[in-house]
Every structure is written in structure tokens, then in C-alpha cells.
Nanobody, 113 residues
């Protein structure tokens, strides 16, 4: 079992940067694959980033990283655009699952134009 808690969201202007954090509980954090997803109002949840993979819409602007010593995964978001406005979720997947099976509660990111 792992519990995920996101933080770092907020209201920013277009062009600004934000860094989201996702703190995970548990002693086996390093064994989990981690990813970031987002859901904009009226839209389905979509993939953002995981390991070296990025959605085309964020490629070159967002960077995912992790610090296993701190049980934390990060999403550095630069050059933010209004279309990046969404609730951002981190997710974890253990070795027995092909899909992400643990989710955080989400953190709101709002980018004004």
C-alpha cells in the first residue's frame, strides 16, 4: 500500500513556473513506477509524464523527477499556458499491475492569460 499526497499547485500567470510535489508513504517507494496525470474541467483525465515519457502538449516544458530518499516525485512545469489549467494527480504503479493503481487527491493548477 502507498498513499500519495500532492502539493505545490496554485494560481499563476502564463509563462510562469510551478513545481508540484507528490509525497509517498511506505518503505518501498523506489519499487513503484510514478507518473503525473491531469484533468481539466469537462475533460477526461490525461497522461502528463512518467519516467522519460511526456505528453506532446508538455514536452520541452515539463520535467518529471524523483528523489527516492525523500519518497517524493516532482513535476517541474515551465512556460505554463492557460491550457495547462487542470487538477494534477500523481499516481503509482507496483510491479504486479500494468495500470497505475494508487492515486493522490490532486492539486489544482490554474494559469491565467
Amino acid at each position: 500500500q502507498v498513499q500519495l499526497v500532492e502539493s505545490g499547485g496554485g494560481l499563476v500567470q502564463a509563462g510562469d513556473s510551478l513545481r508540484l510535489s507528490c509525497a509517498a508513504s511506505g518503505r518501498t517507494f523506489s519499487s513503484y513506477a510514478m507518473g503525473w496525470f491531469r484533468q481539466a474541467p469537462g475533460k477526461e483525465r490525461e497522461f502528463v509524464a512518467a519516467t522519460t515519457y511526456y505528453a506532446d502538449s508538455v514536452k520541452g516544458r515539463f520535467t518529471i523527477s524523483r528523489d527516492n530518499a525523500k519518497n517524493t516525485v516532482y513535476l517541474q512545469m515551465n512556460s505554463l499556458k492557460p491550457e495547462d489549467t487542470a487538477v494534477y494527480y500523481c499516481a503509482a504503479r507496483d510491479a504486479t499491475h500494468r495500470e497505475y493503481n494508487y492515486w493522490g487527491q490532486g492539486t489544482q493548477v490554474t494559469v491565467s492569460s
